[in-house]
């Protein structure tokens, strides 16, 4: 535990640096810590906290003093309850406390967690993945929810083609850290490829998930759900970015089907369907960091099957 609180003793100078407070109940709070009396500086922040709840300093404290002193989900759930429910905070205030609490979530609360973290690093670089997994393996059981063992878990799963263990890390990493923009994208495919389009439609809409990426996932999952108004001008937009970025050729099979439904818009939707067919000539055209979670594969014969009845 001793680097742990190294680093959050750190962190909670800074914070105080940025946002120092004269209030006395502040102040003994400060001095508690300080004399790593947590369980007195915990009740202190709170209280401050409960007094003013769009106090970004005492939420701060509350969270980093609840991680030592409760565990990682505690501080999770303080702050995700927090960040939901003000509707007055600034934008720059949000921003400060998102980085906070990503930092906090990638920290390690053991050196043995820590330690077995970096033993899969080396064998991440020496490519012995299976070894490297067994290393994030232990680190994930002494380090609950830390968001850096698992997004590493979740890549080296990948790597591997263990797709079930896939799926289950990337959903714990989004979990424990939903403002990681590359862990949105890959919750909202994972939760495409469990059919699971309502969630990837509820996941809040955060400059993080407005890549191409996860506005491809957003409209595909629109579609899916039967809301071809909201995906048809999702997709469009998608296409019209085609020129200067890579687009999935999930988009053509979806702009086929949206426009197969329409009276005039038969030739359009022949032009995109063949064009996803083409593009799934090359089957690794369909696939995302080595896996489909579009099912992509599984839709050529339907593109083929609805191209023929628009030509017939």
């Known amino acids: 535990m001793r680097l742990g609180f190294a680093i959050i003793f750190s962190l909670l100078v800074s914070v105080a640096a940025e946002s120092a407070t004269s209030d ?19 009740g202190l922040w709170s209280e401050v906290l409960k007094r003013d709840p769009e106090n970004a300093t005492a939420l701060l404290h509350v969270c980093e003093l609840k991680l030592i002193s409760e565990g990682r989900d505690a501080c999770r759930e303080l702050m995700l309850s927090s960040l939901g429910s003000s509707d007055t905070r ?11 609490f990503r930092t906090l979530q990638t920290l390690f609360l053991s050196d043995e967690g820590q330690t077995s973290y970096l033993q899969a690093v080396s064998w991440i670089r020496l490519k012995e993945y299976p070894r490297a997994l067994a290393s994030l393996e232990r680190s994930n059981q002494l380090e609950k929810g830390n968001a850096l063992v698992l997004r590493e878990k979740a890549n080296t799963e990948r790597t591997l083609g263990m797709w079930d263990a896939y799926i289950q890390s990337c959903q714990s990493a989004y979990e424990n850290d939903p403002f990681d923009p590359k862990v949105i994208e890959e919750t909202m495919e994972v939760r495409i490829y469990l059919g699971n389009y309502s969630k990837v439609i ?61 009276r005039d818009g038969r030739p359009e939707a022949a032009t995109y369907l063949q064009r996803f067919i083409s593009a799934a000539a090359r089957p690794e055209n369909l696939l995302i960091e080595g896996w489909d979670p579009y099912r992509s594969i599984e839709k050529i014969d339907a593109a083929k099957e609805l191209l023929a009845s628009l030509n017939g």
Not at 28 to 42: E, G, I, N, R, V
Not at 90 to 100: G, N, P, Q
Not at 229 to 248: D, I, V
């Open 24 to 42: 006395s109940v502040s102040l003994a709070a400060q001095y508690y810590y300080s004399h790593h009396d947590y369980q007195q500086a915990l």
């Open 90 to 100: 600034s934008a720059e205030s949000k921003k400060f406390l998102i980085d906070r």
């Open 202 to 262: 509820a996941i809040p809409t955060r400059s993080a998930a407005n890549s191409v990426r996860a506005q491809t996932a957003l409209a595909i999952s629109l579609l899916e759900s039967g809301n071809i108004a909201g995906a048809q001008p999702l997709l469009q937009s998608l296409a019209g970015q085609g020129k200067n970025t890579s687009l999935h050729p999930i988009i053509w099979y979806a702009l086929g089907k949206v426009f197969s439904t329409k």
